[in-house]
């Protein structure tokens, strides 16, 4: 398996822009999970799926951010407009069934740097 | 707040010692568990330790976890190079019937050569 694939693994833009990440999960898994990692504030966790239905989005800072689970195998997580207090490592983690909080499995990250 | 803190924050050893990392946390849980991030990569779950449990092994991985002091330690037995990482323990708990799996702010373990 592939394992967690995300998309890109850097992105530069400029404040005010949209941002687009996207993740596709391991195989079989239906837990999703988005994350976003600053020196500041560690690892929080912004949103997670539960078989491609948003179950707890609390993480999420403010309506500028918005995340999407069309199907089992892709999300987005879109970011309009961007802020420079934006810029972070943005993970996206999967799991499977009971134990999607025993051993979660986390993609590469995408190191958004807004300008 | 229910993060798991860890201590020390980095930490730094030669080869062939022994590295321990403490997390301690403020609520009931679940289990708790430890995960690995070398640097810019994802992170990458080690070991989970579970609320009625008090002791765990893995390879050369030790996990203890004591309840009544709200407080884990991960110990790495003949530290390698490749041991080099930030480690961060994640307590996993309810809180109003939702779970949650809240991350610490990690150690940063320096092995040396």
């Known amino acids: 398996d592939a394992g967690v694939i995300q998309s890109p693994r850097h992105e530069v833009t400029e404040m005010g822009q949209e941002v687009t990440l996207r993740c596709k999960p391991i195989s079989g898994h239906d837990y999703l999970f988005w994350y976003r990692q600053t020196m500041m504030r560690g690892l929080e966790l912004l949103i997670y799926?539960?078989?491609?239905?948003?179950?707890?989005d609390s993480g999420m800072p403010e309506d500028r951010f918005s995340a999407k689970m069309p199907n089992a195998s892709f999300s987005t997580l879109k970011i309009q407009p961007s802020e420079p207090r934006d810029s972070a490592v943005y993970f996206c983690?999967?799991?499977?069934?009971?134990?999607?909080?025993?051993?979660?499995?986390f993609g590469p990250g995408t190191r958004l740097t807004v300008l | 707040s229910q993060q798991g803190e860890e201590d020390p924050q980095a930490l730094s050893i030669q080869e062939g010692e022994n590295a321990t990392m403490n997390c301690s946390y403020k609520?009931?849980?679940?289990?708790l568990q430890w995960y690995r991030q070398n640097s810019g990569r994802g992170l990458v779950h080690l070991i989970l330790i579970r609320s009625n449990e008090r002791e765990k092994h893995s390879g050369r991985l030790r996990v203890t976890l004591d309840t009544s002091k709200k407080s884990s330690s991960l110990l790495i037995t003949a530290s390698r190079a490749a041991d080099t990482a930030s480690y961060f323990c994640a307590t996993h708990f309810l809180i109003q019937g939702a779970q949650k799996l809240v991350f610490g702010q990690g150690t940063r373990l320096t092995i040396n050569p």
């Open positions: 609520t009931s849980i679940n289990n």
């Open positions: 983690a999967s799991s499977f069934g009971l134990a999607s909080y025993n051993e979660q499995f």
């Open positions: 799926f539960n078989n491609n239905v948003p179950i707890d």
